[in-house]
């Protein structure tokens, strides 16, 4: 098991896991589409680490950047990923004014 640092903590890999997945697990706001290495949505920068990539993905990827959908996670990596914002909802927003 290894770690993936993110922009905002520090998350665990499970075993047989892609980085897409433990991302998606965490809480990780992350693009996907195909989810299958050809559109490039998911791409992230890389910052630090390896991954090794279990089905080698058509699109590009350049020099410090990965390809989350089908890779899975090598050494402890660093990537730039934020986690999800939570979406406050209009009741939600009317209660926060009462109670200020
Ligand atoms: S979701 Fe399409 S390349 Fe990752």
């Given at each position: 098991m290894t770690t993936v640092s993110t922009t905002d903590t520090l998350i665990r890999v499970l075993p047989g896991e892609t980085l897409l997945e433990a991302l998606e697990r965490t809480g990780h706001d992350v693009e996907y589409q195909c989810?299958?290495?050809?559109?490039?949505?998911?791409r992230l920068t890389l910052v630090e680490g390896e991954v090794v990539y279990t089905q080698e993905p058509l699109a590009f990827v350049g020099?410090?950047?990965?390809?989350?959908?089908?890779c899975v996670v090598k050494t402890p990596i660093k990537v730039e990923c934020s986690l999800r914002q939570l979406e406050t909802s209009a009741d939600d927003k009317s209660q926060l004014a009462l109670d200020l």
């Open positions: 989810r299958g290495g050809y559109c490039g949505s998911c020099p410090h950047e990965v390809v989350p959908c089908c």
